[in-house]
C-alpha cells in the first residue's frame, strides 16, 4: 500500500523576499547560488524537512538554531551561505525568513526594511 502525505510548500517572508532580491541585484549572490537554492527547495518540498537535516540529504549542513533564533534552522547553500527557515508541520508549510551570503545568524535583517 502505498503511503499519501501532503506536501511541503516552502514560502518567503516578505522582508527576506525584499532582502534576497537585493543580495541578487548587488551580485551578492551567483546565479549558482540560485541554482543551489532551488535544489534545497525542491529537495524540501518533496521530502521534508526531517530528511534535509540528515546525512543521506547530502551537503545542506542543516542544523537547529538557539538563543534568538531557537525553533528555527539552518541549511547550507555554499561554504558561507545559509537558508534560516522554520516550519509548521500542521500546514507543511517552511518558511525562509533569511537569505544570506554569509555565515551570520543574526536577526538584524529579518526586522529591517
Known sequence: MTSWTTPWKV???PIAEKDLKDRLKRGLI????VAVLKAWVS???EKGPDFIATTAAGHWNDH????DR??????SFSEAGRIIYK???SKNVIEV???TEEHNYSTDGDKKK
Open 97 to 99: 525568513l533569511r537569505v
Open 30 to 33: 551567483s546565479s549558482d547560488d
Open 64 to 67: 537547529p538554531l538557539f538563543g
Open 11 to 13: 514560502r518567503l517572508n
Open 70 to 75: 531557537r525553533g528555527q534552522r539552518s541549511s
Open 43 to 45: 529537495t524540501i518540498e
Open 87 to 89: 516550519f509548521d508541520t
